[in-house]
């Protein structure tokens, strides 16, 4: 793009020093002395620190308000806010050289991130190497207008992070507000029933049949049939946007298809807070269902399907999935025995269909809510990138023509990064000169 006057190109590698953090081994972690920060340390910090009481090259040492960016696994710029630390492996420690306003170096960064994601190799765990990292190119403004850009970009982005941290705070309220509600109608609070309506119900009692999903994945002969998998679900609900087709013989079509107030359990999941939970089955939809779920089918004479449906979303029958669950390898698994197990709050039919109507009209409004909060959210994240947008082209702040251009301090930085490579050739060929003169001696 066309930079304003007194703009140059910059390379990230000419921007800063990055030095590397130290592979600490699992074998070399304490319980005290320096914490060692990982990557998973700095994208939450309730994660727990391992620590060294060692000593190593001051290189590794972190201090508070240092520039660190992690380039493996997940990418990102963060700025240091605690004590002194030991910096783990996959993350720089960025130094910005003479001329960089630290900060404005961490705005560049944090402005990249999206194209290093795209030039990143591996899905998942990602990463990318130093060379492209170093090589590519950013816009350099001058110091003086450095300064302007970080205070403006400061100012703008404190606003929006109060409106960010208040928006988070309703939807936490909204969660809160949702499992009262679901508390109230199954202790009969939402209706006029008195307590002696809700009678406690083994699970098994009021199911007329468990099936464990097909487990094979292709098909030689049969029907070709959409089979449900876990990719097909957002927030409980299924959508038919690119399902998976199997060859289905006509005894499996049987077995393992879906017919409407069914319901889906989610089997086995990585995530805890999916595993147990409830798909309601609401229109004829011609699916069949993979091994991740087991199909409950109600007695339809004594179980209301949403009302179960929503029963599995409250506390108590969550508390009870999680103490169950059993967890092997990443993957979380609740069987059909331990859900067998269950007694739950269970009034007469009719009485279940009210409470389902009593709770579908507050919680109703929560999806409203819920969707105003996060397309508020939405645009948070899209201004503060049309922020980045307008202060990395030259359109945030205005520009002072007595501001020394930007092409000088290129040329500045480059002859010290120069004088800098010089010495530390020099004094390389010292030591060699001296380990030699040593060996002769």
């Known amino acids: 793009m066309d930079l304003p006057n007194g703009w140059d190109y910059i390379t990230i590698g000419e921007m800063a020093t990055y030095i590397n953090g130290r592979a600490f081994k699992p074998a070399e972690w304490e319980e005290s002395g320096l914490p060692i920060i990982r990557i998973q340390n700095l994208n939450n910090e309730n994660t727990k620190y391992n620590y060294s009481s060692k000593e190593y090259e001051e290189k590794y040492k972190i201090v508070f308000g240092d520039l660190l960016f992690a380039w493996s696994a997940s990418l990102g710029a963060y700025i240091w806010r605690n004590g002194e630390a030991w910096l783990n492996q996959h993350i720089f420690k960025v130094a910005p050289h003479n001329g960089i306003h630290k900060k404005f170096m961490y705005y560049t960064l944090v402005n990249t991130i999206a194209y290093f994601y795209s030039q990143a190799h591996g899905s998942g765990m990602v990463h990318i190497t130093k060379g492209p990292f170093e090589a590519t190119k950013t816009p350099l403004p001058p110091l003086a207008e450095q300064h302007r850009i970080v205070a403006k970009i400061d100012a703008l982005f404190s606003e929006l992070d109060k409106g960010v941290e208040t928006l988070q705070t309703i939807r936490q309220q909204l969660r809160m ?119 409950i089918r109600l007695k339809s004479e004594t179980a209301y399907s949403p009302y179960i449906r929503y029963l599995f979303d409250s506390k108590i029958i969550r508390d009870f999935v999680s103490y169950k669950m059993v967890s092997t390898a990443g993957q979380n698994t609740i069987s059909q025995a331990s859900i067998n197990e269950l007694n739950l709050p269970l009034p007469p039919l009719d009485i279940q269909k009210r409470i389902v109507t009593e709770i579908e009209s507050r919680l109703s409004v929560c999806d409203k809510l819920e969707q105003l909060v996060d397309e508020n959210l939405y645009k948070a994240q899209a201004l503060k990138q049309s ?36 010495m530390i050739k020099t004094k390389r060929r010292q030591e060699k000169w001296l380990n030699k003169t040593h060996q002769r001696l």
């Open 387 to 422: 922020i980045f947008k307008k202060a990395f082209a030259g359109q945030l702040v205005p520009q002072d023509l007595n501001d020394e251009p930007a092409s000088i301090l290129l040329e500045r930085i480059k002859a010290e990064q120069e004088r800098s490579a010089a």
């Open 177 to 295: 507000y949702r499992q009262a509600v679901l508390k109230w109608a199954f202790e009969g609070k939402l209706t006029d029933s008195i307590d002696e309506c809700i009678n406690i119900v083994p699970m098994r009692d009021i199911v007329f049949q468990y099936q464990n999903g097909i487990s094979k994945r292709s098909g030689n002969e049969g029907i070709k049939y959409k089979v449900l998998r876990l990719s097909d679900i957002e927030n409980f609900k299924i959508f038919d946007k690119s399902p998976r087709f199997i060859d289905l013989t006509e005894s499996e079509i049987e077995k393992y298809t879906l017919l409407p107030n069914d319901l889906v359990l989610i089997r086995v999941n990585g995530s805890r807070e999916l595993v147990g939970r409830l798909i309601i089955i609401t229109y004829e939809q011609k699916w069949a269902y993979c091994d991740h779920f087991i199909r």
